[in-house]
């Protein structure tokens, strides 16, 4: 993956020029909440998150909804809840809970599509996968209707370690709702810089999955194929991402936002019949407003 190595190079030397000149707190008030009290705001603009599932549409994005609250010891974040155990100068511990993201290709309207900056309505997806191959020389077995990929929400532990270079956050979190009792671990690393009424973000993540999880989402029930129930047989994965994030001060309550984001996807994964992607972008370009 060269474009991810390069972007993370060319990102640490460009941060290694500018740290000099950032400031220490985000005075251009973009990123910043105040503890006990909350944030509250909304984005309104147009997006579009592509969707890796053979034949579900991509989903678009109108609206996003920052929510959060942050007191002494507890949080809420864009649908995190929190507990910080330990505080220090160069890290944070929580216990967290968040929502599940595998699930959102399923759910028009699951929270990891509301909450993009983090990340049900009666709109799920129901189509059938692979009812069309007439562009394949060799004809597949045909999968039948899918039976419903449940939402899930994820309990653990998370650390941030904050240094020069930026800042690195590591968790891992488990099933609490017993849904596919599977494990997911994530390495994230970011950088934000604030230039006058500028503040970009720049970010890679790998996401890892335990193959309970791929095989929930991923795997073919028996009552929809037997033929690819047992030809594909799910494994752990390892996803790749990239993002940015890039907001401009308008006035004391409005800001211009861009996001943008890229998830190259595991091969455990794209190897699944209900995958025709091995990747999934999502962008989203809009004012942003905060009470």
């Known amino acids: 993956m060269p474009y991810f190595l390069a972007l993370l190079l060319t990102i640490s030397l460009y941060s290694t020029a500018v740290f000099a000149n950032a400031p220490a707190s985000c005075d251009n008030?973009?990123?910043?909440?105040?503890?006990?009290?909350?944030?509250?705001?909304?984005?309104?603009?147009?997006?579009?998150?592509?969707?890796?599932?053979?034949?579900?549409?991509?989903?678009?994005?109108?609206?996003?909804p920052p929510l959060a609250y942050y007191g002494n010891s507890w949080f809420f974040d864009n649908g995190n809840i929190g507990y910080t155990l330990a505080e220090g100068e160069n890290y944070t511990v929580n216990m967290v809970t968040t929502f599940s993201h595998d699930s959102a290709f399923f759910h028009r309207w699951d929270p990891s599509n509301i909450f993009l900056l983090s990340g049900s309505g009666n709109q799920s997806a129901t189509s059938s996968i692979g009812a069309t191959m007439s562009t394949k020389s060799i004809v597949?077995?045909?999968?039948?209707?899918?039976?419903?990929?449940?939402?899930?929400?994820?309990?653990?532990?998370?650390?941030?370690?904050?240094?020069?270079?930026g800042i690195v956050h590591a968790s891992v979190a488990h099933d609490i709702l017993?849904?596919?009792?599977?494990?997911?671990?994530?390495?994230?690393?970011?950088?934000?810089?604030?230039?006058?009424?500028?503040?970009?973000?720049?970010?890679?993540?790998?996401?890892?999955?335990?193959?309970?999880?791929v095989d929930y989402y991923y795997g073919v029930r028996p009552s929809e194929s037997l033929y690819w129930?047992?030809?594909?047989?799910?494994?752990?994965?390892?996803?790749?991402?990239i993002e940015f994030t890039g907001q401009y001060v308008?006035?004391?309550?409005?800001?211009?936002?861009?996001?943008?984001?890229?998830?190259?996807?595991?091969?455990?994964i794209v190897d699944s019949p209900l995958v025709d992607k091995d990747y999934t972008s999502t962008y989203f370009v809009g004012a942003a407003y905060r009470f």
């Open 140 to 165: 597949e077995p045909v999968i039948g209707e899918l039976e419903n990929r449940n939402f899930t929400y994820l309990g653990g532990a998370e650390a941030f370690i904050y240094t020069r270079f």
């Open 229 to 241: 129930n047992q030809a594909y047989q799910a494994e752990s994965a390892l996803n790749k991402s």
């Open 29 to 64: 008030n973009t990123d910043c909440i105040e503890v006990g009290r909350w944030d509250l705001g909304f984005s309104l603009g147009y997006g579009n998150k592509s969707n890796p599932l053979k034949d579900y549409k991509d989903i678009p994005i109108y609206v996003v």
């Open 178 to 213: 017993d849904v596919h009792g599977g494990l997911e671990s994530k390495l994230k690393w970011f950088y934000n810089i604030p230039l006058d009424k500028w503040n970009f973000e720049f970010a890679a993540v790998l996401d890892w999955k335990s193959d309970e999880v």
């Open 250 to 268: 308008l006035t004391e309550n409005w800001n211009l936002l861009l996001v943008a984001r890229y998830t190259d996807i595991a091969d455990a």
